[in-house]
């Protein structure tokens, strides 16, 4: 069970962004993002949107830093990545967007 960080390279919001995954269970995924203070709207529903300037707390709290192409490969492996179409539709849900 590992908490994965990637680089922050998708700008938004004044700032760069990584993804912080679980290669394991969402639960462990929301216990690390709880811990850390990483408020839960920062959830897309497989990972958490996380700015550029928590990335080295988060790698001392226990995140391994990765490539943005292994953390996919890592996540696509546990099972639990979703995917763009899975995404979409979840959006068009009453209440999701």
């Given at each position: 069970m590992?908490?994965?960080i990637d680089d922050p390279m998708w700008p938004n919001h004044g700032t760069f962004w990584a993804h912080l995954v679980s290669d394991s269970s969402l639960r462990e995924?929301?216990?690390f993002a709880a811990a850390n203070r990483i408020p839960r709207r920062g959830f897309d529903l497989d990972h958490y949107d996380v700015p550029m300037d928590s990335r080295a707390a988060l790698i001392a709290a226990g995140a391994e830093p990765v490539s943005p192409k292994e953390l996919t490969r890592r996540l696509i492996a546990s099972g639990l990545r979703v995917t763009e179409r899975e995404r979409r539709a979840a959006r068009a849900l009453p209440g999701t967007a």
């Open positions: 590992t908490i994965l995924l929301h216990e």
